[in-house]
Protein backbone atom coordinates (compact mmCIF):
# COMPACT_ATOMS: atom_id res chain seq x y z
CA UNK A 1 0.00 0.00 0.00
CA UNK A 2 1.55 3.34 -1.13
CA UNK A 3 2.00 5.90 1.83
CA UNK A 4 1.32 9.35 1.38
CA UNK A 5 2.32 12.30 4.33
CA UNK A 6 0.22 15.37 4.07
CA UNK A 7 2.10 17.63 6.55
CA UNK A 8 -0.04 20.48 5.71
CA UNK A 9 -3.62 21.98 6.84
CA UNK A 10 -5.92 21.31 3.57
CA UNK A 11 -9.34 19.70 2.79
CA UNK A 12 -9.92 16.21 3.91
CA UNK A 13 -11.23 15.84 0.29
CA UNK A 14 -7.57 15.12 -0.39
CA UNK A 15 -6.95 12.45 2.46
CA UNK A 16 -10.23 10.84 1.97
CA UNK A 17 -10.03 10.29 -2.17
CA UNK A 18 -6.76 8.81 -1.24
CA UNK A 19 -7.93 6.30 1.18
CA UNK A 20 -10.97 5.35 -1.18
CA UNK A 21 -8.22 4.32 -3.51
CA UNK A 22 -6.50 2.07 -1.41
CA UNK A 23 -3.75 4.47 -0.38
CA UNK A 24 -2.32 4.94 3.33
CA UNK A 25 -2.69 8.76 4.34
CA UNK A 26 -0.89 10.26 6.94
CA UNK A 27 -2.18 13.69 7.66
CA UNK A 28 -1.02 15.96 10.13
CA UNK A 29 -0.50 20.01 10.00
CA UNK A 30 0.92 20.33 13.35
CA UNK A 31 4.19 18.03 13.47
CA UNK A 32 6.89 19.31 11.39
CA UNK A 33 7.76 18.05 7.65
CA UNK A 34 11.25 16.78 9.31
CA UNK A 35 10.06 15.05 12.17
CA UNK A 36 7.17 13.06 10.07
CA UNK A 37 9.23 12.31 7.06
CA UNK A 38 11.76 10.33 9.86
CA UNK A 39 8.92 8.75 11.28
CA UNK A 40 7.78 7.22 7.91
CA UNK A 41 10.80 6.31 5.29
CA UNK A 42 8.36 4.29 3.68
CA UNK A 43 6.60 7.16 2.00
CA UNK A 44 6.17 7.61 -1.66
CA UNK A 45 4.37 10.44 -2.46
CA UNK A 46 4.15 14.24 -0.82
CA UNK A 47 1.18 16.72 -0.93
CA UNK A 48 2.44 20.27 0.46
CA UNK A 49 1.04 23.73 0.41
CA UNK A 50 4.01 26.23 1.72
CA UNK A 51 5.84 23.72 3.62
CA UNK A 52 9.69 23.49 2.14
CA UNK A 53 11.25 19.96 0.13
CA UNK A 54 14.31 21.07 0.56
CA UNK A 55 17.37 17.76 -0.08
CA UNK A 56 17.37 16.83 3.12
CA UNK A 57 14.04 15.75 3.53
CA UNK A 58 14.16 13.96 0.12
CA UNK A 59 17.20 12.35 1.21
CA UNK A 60 15.34 11.02 4.43
CA UNK A 61 12.35 9.00 2.05
CA UNK A 62 14.29 6.95 -0.22
CA UNK A 63 10.86 5.47 -1.47
CA UNK A 64 10.07 9.06 -2.55
CA UNK A 65 8.27 9.23 -5.78
CA UNK A 66 6.05 12.52 -6.49
CA UNK A 67 5.46 15.57 -4.40
CA UNK A 68 2.54 17.32 -5.33
CA UNK A 69 2.14 21.25 -4.67
CA UNK A 70 -1.76 21.74 -3.97
CA UNK A 71 -1.47 24.95 -5.46
CA UNK A 72 0.61 27.27 -7.93
CA UNK A 73 3.91 28.26 -6.93
CA UNK A 74 6.38 25.62 -6.32
CA UNK A 75 9.62 27.36 -5.59
CA UNK A 76 9.59 25.53 -1.73
CA UNK A 77 10.14 22.52 -3.62
CA UNK A 78 13.71 21.81 -4.95
CA UNK A 79 12.41 20.76 -8.14
CA UNK A 80 16.18 20.25 -9.28
CA UNK A 81 17.34 18.46 -6.27
CA UNK A 82 14.20 16.57 -6.91
CA UNK A 83 15.00 15.55 -10.61
CA UNK A 84 18.52 14.48 -9.35
CA UNK A 85 16.79 11.90 -7.14
CA UNK A 86 14.03 11.02 -9.80
CA UNK A 87 11.14 12.64 -7.94
CA UNK A 88 8.64 14.19 -10.18
CA UNK A 89 7.07 17.57 -9.08
CA UNK A 90 3.59 18.40 -9.90
CA UNK A 91 1.28 21.81 -8.83
CA UNK A 92 -2.48 21.59 -9.34
CA UNK A 93 -2.89 24.27 -12.07
CA UNK A 94 -5.47 26.51 -12.16
CA UNK A 95 -7.04 25.20 -8.43
CA UNK A 96 -6.58 29.15 -6.99
CA UNK A 97 -6.92 30.96 -9.75
CA UNK A 98 -10.20 32.32 -9.18
CA UNK A 99 -9.13 32.85 -5.23
CA UNK A 100 -6.34 35.36 -6.39
CA UNK A 101 -8.32 37.00 -8.89
CA UNK A 102 -10.98 37.81 -6.72
CA UNK A 103 -7.82 39.03 -3.92
CA UNK A 104 -6.60 41.47 -6.81
CA UNK A 105 -9.94 42.49 -6.96
CA UNK A 106 -10.38 43.03 -2.87
CA UNK A 107 -7.21 45.03 -2.70
CA UNK A 108 -7.80 47.67 -6.12
CA UNK A 109 -11.04 48.34 -4.29
CA UNK A 110 -9.76 48.79 -0.73
CA UNK A 111 -6.93 50.77 -2.12
CA UNK A 112 -8.95 53.16 -3.92
CA UNK A 113 -11.51 53.75 -1.64
CA UNK A 114 -9.45 53.78 1.70
CA UNK A 115 -11.29 50.84 3.36
CA UNK A 116 -8.84 49.49 5.47
CA UNK A 117 -8.24 53.02 6.85
CA UNK A 118 -11.46 54.38 6.83
CA UNK A 119 -12.81 51.28 9.02
CA UNK A 120 -10.33 51.63 11.56
CA UNK A 121 -10.72 55.96 12.06
CA UNK A 122 -14.74 54.99 12.06
CA UNK A 123 -14.16 52.31 14.67
CA UNK A 124 -12.51 54.96 16.77
CA UNK A 125 -15.07 57.63 16.78
CA UNK A 126 -13.75 59.68 13.92
CA UNK A 127 -15.48 61.07 10.85
CA UNK A 128 -12.93 61.66 8.28
CA UNK A 129 -14.64 61.49 5.28
CA UNK A 130 -13.54 64.10 3.66
CA UNK A 131 -9.72 62.44 4.36
CA UNK A 132 -10.57 59.51 2.15
CA UNK A 133 -11.49 60.96 -1.46
CA UNK A 134 -10.89 57.65 -3.53
CA UNK A 135 -10.92 56.77 -6.88
CA UNK A 136 -13.09 55.05 -9.05
CA UNK A 137 -11.26 51.74 -10.81
CA UNK A 138 -13.81 52.39 -13.84
CA UNK A 139 -12.41 53.05 -16.87
CA UNK A 140 -8.78 52.52 -15.74
CA UNK A 141 -6.17 51.29 -17.81
CA UNK A 142 -5.12 48.22 -16.56
CA UNK A 143 -1.83 45.93 -16.91
CA UNK A 144 -1.62 42.40 -16.52
CA UNK A 145 1.32 40.57 -16.56
CA UNK A 146 1.21 37.00 -17.03
CA UNK A 147 -1.98 35.13 -18.78
CA UNK A 148 -2.30 32.19 -17.15
CA UNK A 149 -5.08 30.98 -15.02
CA UNK A 150 -5.19 33.57 -12.76
CA UNK A 151 -4.64 36.29 -15.56
CA UNK A 152 -7.14 35.48 -17.55
CA UNK A 153 -9.55 35.11 -14.54
CA UNK A 154 -8.88 38.63 -13.48
CA UNK A 155 -9.73 39.61 -17.20
CA UNK A 156 -12.81 38.42 -16.71
CA UNK A 157 -13.81 40.10 -13.25
CA UNK A 158 -12.25 43.11 -14.48
CA UNK A 159 -14.68 43.31 -17.42
CA UNK A 160 -17.98 45.08 -15.79
CA UNK A 161 -15.46 47.94 -14.37
CA UNK A 162 -14.97 48.97 -18.68
CA UNK A 163 -11.49 48.84 -18.00
CA UNK A 164 -9.05 49.40 -20.98
CA UNK A 165 -6.42 46.13 -20.77
CA UNK A 166 -3.26 45.68 -21.85
CA UNK A 167 -1.45 42.11 -21.43
CA UNK A 168 2.14 40.70 -21.63
CA UNK A 169 2.80 37.19 -21.64
CA UNK A 170 5.40 35.66 -23.92
CA UNK A 171 3.96 32.61 -23.88
CA UNK A 172 0.88 33.17 -25.08
CA UNK A 173 -0.27 34.14 -28.31
CA UNK A 174 -1.30 37.32 -29.39
CA UNK A 175 -4.72 36.38 -31.08
CA UNK A 176 -5.74 34.37 -28.00
CA UNK A 177 -5.23 37.37 -26.53
CA UNK A 178 -6.92 39.82 -28.39
CA UNK A 179 -10.10 37.01 -28.18
CA UNK A 180 -10.49 37.70 -24.21
CA UNK A 181 -10.49 41.54 -24.39
CA UNK A 182 -6.59 42.00 -23.44
CA UNK A 183 -4.11 44.25 -26.51
CA UNK A 184 -0.95 42.77 -26.10
CA UNK A 185 1.83 44.76 -26.11
CA UNK A 186 5.39 45.35 -24.05
CA UNK A 187 6.25 45.37 -20.44
CA UNK A 188 7.82 48.59 -21.00
CA UNK A 189 4.20 49.71 -22.33
CA UNK A 190 2.31 48.68 -19.43
CA UNK A 191 4.52 50.36 -16.86
CA UNK A 192 4.36 53.84 -19.08
CA UNK A 193 0.04 53.61 -19.52
CA UNK A 194 -1.54 51.63 -16.82
CA UNK A 195 -2.72 53.10 -13.63
CA UNK A 196 -2.69 49.39 -12.44
CA UNK A 197 -0.34 46.71 -12.90
CA UNK A 198 -0.99 43.70 -11.65
CA UNK A 199 1.80 40.45 -11.57
CA UNK A 200 1.30 36.86 -11.95
CA UNK A 201 4.11 35.35 -12.84
CA UNK A 202 6.11 32.09 -11.06
CA UNK A 203 9.03 33.24 -8.89
CA UNK A 204 13.22 32.03 -9.35
CA UNK A 205 16.00 33.05 -11.38
CA UNK A 206 14.44 34.12 -14.14
CA UNK A 207 11.48 36.26 -12.51
CA UNK A 208 14.10 37.48 -9.88
CA UNK A 209 13.77 41.63 -9.38
CA UNK A 210 11.86 41.68 -13.09
CA UNK A 211 10.39 44.79 -11.61
CA UNK A 212 13.40 47.17 -11.73
CA UNK A 213 14.23 50.37 -11.41
CA UNK A 214 13.92 51.67 -15.11
CA UNK A 215 10.28 49.99 -15.07
CA UNK A 216 9.34 51.65 -11.82
CA UNK A 217 10.62 54.94 -13.65
CA UNK A 218 8.36 54.74 -16.28
CA UNK A 219 5.10 54.34 -13.74
CA UNK A 220 2.96 57.29 -14.19
CA UNK A 221 2.08 59.35 -10.79
CA UNK A 222 -0.56 57.63 -8.48
CA UNK A 223 -0.05 54.10 -10.85
CA UNK A 224 -0.53 51.21 -8.56
CA UNK A 225 1.74 48.30 -8.36
CA UNK A 226 0.01 45.06 -7.23
CA UNK A 227 2.62 41.94 -6.49
CA UNK A 228 0.81 38.81 -5.78
CA UNK A 229 2.88 36.28 -7.35
CA UNK A 230 6.34 35.67 -5.55
CA UNK A 231 8.39 37.44 -3.38
CA UNK A 232 11.27 38.70 -5.04
CA UNK A 233 9.83 39.74 -8.56
CA UNK A 234 9.82 43.04 -7.31
CA UNK A 235 13.02 45.46 -6.68
CA UNK A 236 11.17 46.42 -3.33
CA UNK A 237 14.56 48.75 -2.78
CA UNK A 238 14.04 50.54 -6.01
CA UNK A 239 10.43 50.99 -5.31
CA UNK A 240 11.63 52.50 -2.21
CA UNK A 241 14.12 54.98 -3.40
CA UNK A 242 11.48 56.10 -6.12
CA UNK A 243 8.84 56.84 -3.41
CA UNK A 244 11.84 58.17 -1.40
CA UNK A 245 12.51 60.72 -4.89
CA UNK A 246 8.84 61.94 -4.78
CA UNK A 247 7.11 59.44 -6.87
CA UNK A 248 3.86 58.62 -6.33
CA UNK A 249 2.91 55.13 -6.07
CA UNK A 250 0.84 52.64 -4.43
CA UNK A 251 2.30 49.01 -3.56
CA UNK A 252 -0.16 46.01 -2.70
CA UNK A 253 1.50 42.85 -1.52
CA UNK A 254 1.06 39.73 -0.23
CA UNK A 255 4.00 37.84 -0.95
CA UNK A 256 6.93 37.67 1.54
CA UNK A 257 10.12 35.40 2.40
CA UNK A 258 8.31 32.59 4.31
CA UNK A 259 4.92 32.11 5.31
CA UNK A 260 5.48 33.25 8.95
CA UNK A 261 4.82 35.70 11.53
CA UNK A 262 7.76 37.78 12.28
CA UNK A 263 8.85 41.24 10.69
CA UNK A 264 8.04 42.10 7.05
CA UNK A 265 10.71 43.49 4.46
CA UNK A 266 8.13 45.29 1.75
CA UNK A 267 5.98 46.54 5.51
CA UNK A 268 8.36 50.23 4.96
CA UNK A 269 7.04 49.95 1.50
CA UNK A 270 4.13 49.02 0.96
CA UNK A 271 0.41 50.54 1.45
CA UNK A 272 -1.93 47.46 1.80
CA UNK A 273 0.12 44.69 3.49
CA UNK A 274 -1.95 40.76 3.88
CA UNK A 275 -0.36 37.51 4.73
CA UNK A 276 0.06 35.38 1.74
CA UNK A 277 -4.06 35.18 1.70
CA UNK A 278 -4.19 34.81 -2.39
CA UNK A 279 -5.62 30.73 -2.39
CA UNK A 280 -6.86 31.04 1.30
CA UNK A 281 -10.68 30.13 0.37
CA UNK A 282 -12.33 27.36 1.32
CA UNK A 283 -13.49 26.75 -2.09
CA UNK A 284 -9.32 26.92 -3.18
CA UNK A 285 -8.23 24.87 -0.59
CA UNK A 286 -11.02 22.18 -1.50
CA UNK A 287 -10.66 22.14 -4.89
CA UNK A 288 -6.96 22.01 -5.22
CA UNK A 289 -7.03 18.71 -2.34
CA UNK A 290 -9.15 17.56 -5.30
CA UNK A 291 -6.97 18.49 -7.71
CA UNK A 292 -3.38 16.93 -5.99
CA UNK A 293 -6.12 13.93 -4.98
CA UNK A 294 -6.83 13.16 -8.03
CA UNK A 295 -3.27 13.78 -9.64
CA UNK A 296 -1.91 11.39 -7.60
CA UNK A 297 -4.24 8.57 -8.59
CA UNK A 298 -3.59 9.51 -11.86
CA UNK A 299 0.37 8.91 -11.28
CA UNK A 300 0.20 5.92 -10.12
CA UNK A 301 -2.29 3.99 -11.34
CA UNK A 302 -2.53 5.35 -15.42
CA UNK A 303 1.52 6.86 -15.50
CA UNK A 304 -0.60 10.26 -16.41
CA UNK A 305 3.16 12.72 -15.94
CA UNK A 306 0.89 15.76 -17.48
CA UNK A 307 1.49 17.97 -14.46
CA UNK A 308 5.17 16.94 -14.27
CA UNK A 309 7.07 20.85 -13.71
CA UNK A 310 10.24 18.92 -13.32
CA UNK A 311 10.81 16.88 -16.18
CA UNK A 312 13.84 15.49 -17.71
CA UNK A 313 15.99 18.11 -18.61
CA UNK A 314 19.81 18.38 -21.04
CA UNK A 315 22.96 17.81 -18.36
CA UNK A 316 25.58 19.94 -17.73
CA UNK A 317 22.94 23.11 -17.01
CA UNK A 318 23.37 24.90 -13.96
CA UNK A 319 20.82 24.98 -10.95
CA UNK A 320 19.62 27.67 -11.97
CA UNK A 321 19.56 27.09 -15.65
CA UNK A 322 17.81 24.32 -15.12
CA UNK A 323 14.99 25.96 -12.98
CA UNK A 324 14.47 27.83 -16.34
CA UNK A 325 14.52 24.80 -18.36
CA UNK A 326 11.97 23.00 -16.48
CA UNK A 327 9.48 26.58 -16.54
CA UNK A 328 9.77 26.30 -20.58
CA UNK A 329 9.19 22.94 -20.97
CA UNK A 330 5.99 23.03 -18.61
CA UNK A 331 4.73 26.28 -20.04
CA UNK A 332 5.52 25.14 -24.09
CA UNK A 333 3.57 21.82 -22.94
CA UNK A 334 0.39 22.92 -24.68
CA UNK A 335 -0.04 23.81 -28.35
CA UNK A 336 -0.91 27.68 -29.10
CA UNK A 337 0.75 29.06 -26.39
CA UNK A 338 -1.81 28.51 -23.51
CA UNK A 339 -0.11 28.35 -20.00
CA UNK A 340 -0.73 24.87 -18.76
CA UNK A 341 0.72 23.05 -15.32
CA UNK A 342 2.65 26.14 -13.63
CA UNK A 343 0.42 28.57 -15.34
CA UNK A 344 -1.90 28.65 -12.42
CA UNK A 345 -0.63 32.31 -11.99
Known amino acids: MNKVLIPTKLSDVAANTLKTAGYEVI ?10 AASHPDTVALIVRSEKVTPEIMDSLPSLKLVIRAGAGYDNIDIVYARKKNVDVMNTPGANSNAVAEEVMAMILAYYRHLVQADTTTRAGLWEKKKYMGSELTKKTVGIIGLGNIGRNLVKRLQGFEPTLLGYDHFLARQRALNIGVTPTSIEDIFSQCDIITLHVPGGPSTHHMVNAELISRMKDG ?17 AAAKAAGKTIGYLTDVHPKDAAGEKPSAAVADLLLPHLGAN ?9 K ?5 MVAYFSDGDTSCVVNGESP ?31
Open 27 to 36: QDADTPLDVQ
Open 315 to 345: NGLNPAHLQLAFLLAALARKAGGILYCPAAY
Open 223 to 239: AVLINCSRYGVVDEEAL
Open 281 to 289: TREANTKAA
Open 291 to 295: RAAEQ
